[in-house]
């Protein structure tokens, strides 16, 4: 009776892609120097992350291109020099196609300015970034050069850190005689 009975049949089952985040940088730029982008991709996998980076820059916040370039990923950041830029607002945009079903598609965004240069030789702008996660945007990217995620450690927030540590400091040395006298 075993020999009639039907085979057991595998489920057909596809894991889901692991989440990928792109993000994509474009450093101050000035009127005359060619715009800098630097793209990369990220997911919480073991497995190299590998597929291509269409970059693409549109004047303002429209999806009007003015310049693109696909460039192959090797789970490191790309770095592409683009076209020279008139003053003004753009988006640069980088969208991931992974070669690997292990990992989704992602794309991100950041907003940035084209200006001119100052007085002293400096290039004065700015830059907003957005990266994004399986096509969504998210936040970070620096204004001025500087990177805006991070904390503070300078001017009042330095006396607030000292003024905590000194009471934790205090603190300690006031239970540790407590705890001395009340052992004698």
């Given at each position: 009776?075993?020999?009639?009975?039907?085979?057991?049949?595998?489920?057909?089952?596809?894991?889901?892609?692991?989440?990928?985040?792109?993000?994509?940088?474009?450093?101050?730029s000035a009127v005359g120097r060619n715009v800098?982008?630097?793209?990369s991709v990220s997911a919480n996998s073991n497995t190299p992350i590998t597929g291509t980076v269409r970059l693409s820059i549109a004047r303002g916040s429209s999806d009007r291109e003015v310049?693109?370039?696909?460039?192959?990923?090797?789970?490191?950041?790309?770095?592409?020099e683009g076209p020279t830029l008139p003053?003004?607002?753009?988006?640069?945009?980088?969208?991931?196609?992974s070669d690997r079903e292990v990992h989704g598609d992602c794309a991100g965004s950041?907003?940035?300015?084209?200006?001119?240069?100052?007085?002293?030789?400096?290039?004065a702008g700015e830059?907003?970034?957005?990266?994004?996660?399986?096509?969504?945007?998210?936040?970070?990217?620096?204004v001025g050069g500087v990177a805006t995620g991070?904390?503070?450690?300078?001017?009042?927030?330095?006396?607030?850190?000292?003024v905590g540590l000194g009471l934790v400091a205090a603190g300690g040395g006031i239970l540790t005689r407590t705890r001395r006298t009340a052992l004698a």
């Open positions: 009776m075993l020999g009639w009975a039907p085979q057991a049949q595998a489920d057909d089952y596809t894991p889901e892609p692991v989440p990928t985040e792109c993000t994509v940088e474009v450093p101050t800098v982008l630097e793209a310049w693109s370039t696909t460039r192959r990923y090797n789970g490191s950041r790309v770095r592409v003053r003004g607002n753009y988006t640069a945009t980088s969208q991931f196609t950041a907003r940035f300015q084209v200006r001119s240069k100052s007085k002293g030789g400096e290039v830059t907003e970034g957005a990266g994004g996660s399986n096509g969504s945007g998210g936040s970070g990217g620096s991070l904390p503070n450690t300078g001017g009042p927030h330095l006396l607030v850190l000292l």
